[in-house]
């Protein structure tokens, strides 16, 4: 089995780890078998930026060209400029509020033909490819590795539900309820026997990371997983609820350590565990960690 | 195929309008198959009372035993006397949380255990038989019909999401994610690597009832149906929402008109409409009534 499995994975302790407990899966009752895995930053490439940011701001481009003025309001502002002070100044979450604020009003069938055009037309910054050449091949061959083990697998992402959603199943074939993200309301418009939801600029609850990653499991997914992988501070929660689950268990976190292929930047381990980087916390927490440089032949998906 | 199909459904308007359906589904694209159903009143009766109040009260007994000084709270008070007009003076709402108080604390595994073990010697207060008699078995049909034709069934239920996944599998078929109900929020308990999650007596939002019905299918489901299936006010927007969804579609509204072989009563239709009754809104909706008396040769499922 482990020839064929897993190509684009180096030999060696992380893929031993994989095949290891993919090879003992047969003993799992097949309910049990349930695999979450972040999105930004763990199968999709995260770097320069979000790729649901840069849907925003290629939405608020075609806003300003009816409405110039909205390029006075300080948070557009700072978008369009890429003005690294000003939205460090304004706060992330008093921009992100701004920019959903745009998709308002609209019903989620329209936000997501809007999604889908974007990433249709996109480049990415850097590379000049597809998004979808930005997925992380290893992972798809894992996510591939786990469904042939009868693995149901779920997106959990703090990205918002909708975005990932009108990607997921072109991306890794997984439908739309098998995400599971940080939820915009709806207000309902009710008359004459017919009903319309239509986007808000609320948030339902937190948004989708830390503890509200196992918390959003229990009540979307209602089943435990097993199988988790992550990369940051925001999905250590996530890999813990995996790992105390009782039984055979892996928890990955992906290691960015390859400024040559992807990039190379530390996780923010500090929002999470009081000393050490993630790597300390990984190692106490007994967590698997994926060198993207030493455990991966290939990195990105060729299409 | 209309007579393979459905055998518990007698000729007529309401089986025929079901059976055109079914076989007009095959030009519907497959990831449009998409069928929601009530759970309390539409599936399986709900009267004298909700299995789920009945298994709070088996709790709340169990709790007793071990501390009588319960017995004091008014609200315990109530429920252990079957004093409707206390209930009715305190309300449902302060009496449901004072319940949902005593199981605030456990892990979801352990409410999931204790429900099944309600449910595995429970018996209906006036038949005598297991709650899993008490299915409606025309509705079982409609659902092995469905799934026949490759939909998705989830049950959207204004009951308790944990209570109602304890029972789906072995009721239904239904596997827990496809239960979209009334949700508790979870407390974290985190430390050294382990994450538990503990139940609270918080809800997470509104009761699932009324808007939240559509609002939840498109957060955690998020693919429209287009087949429907209530009994009560609080269905009015789900059904609305799956008949505007633009193609072909079944909006069903069961009428609870057997004294004889279940309960006679009126779904609280003031509650929704303004004039009438709410099989006068269900024909202005273009929903179709299911008459148990006239629609269905057989009520209850046999095992």
Redesign the interface.
Known sequence: MSAEILPSWSDGATRSKIVGFLEQVDEIPP?ERVAVFDNDGTILCEKPGYAQLEFMQSELRRRLEDDPSLGERSEFRAVIDRDRDALVALGLPRVAIALVELLAGIE??EFDDRVRSFIAAARHPDRGVPYRQMRYQPMLELIAALRAKGFDVYIVTGGG??FV?AISHDFYGV???G?IGS?I??D?D?HD?????LRTNRL??DPNEG?AK??NI???????PIFAAGNSAGDA?ML??A??AGGPSVCLLVDHDDADREYAYASQAATFDSGGSILDTAA???WTVVSMKNDWSTVFAPS
Chains 1, 2 share one sequence.
């Open positions: 309910h989620p069938e539900t909708e959603r439908m739309p309820e995400v939820q309301d709806y309902v009710h026997g017919a009903l319309r939801l339902v609850g503890a196992p918390q229990q009540r979307i997914l209602g089943r435990r929660e813990d609820y790992r105390a106490r927490s007994g």
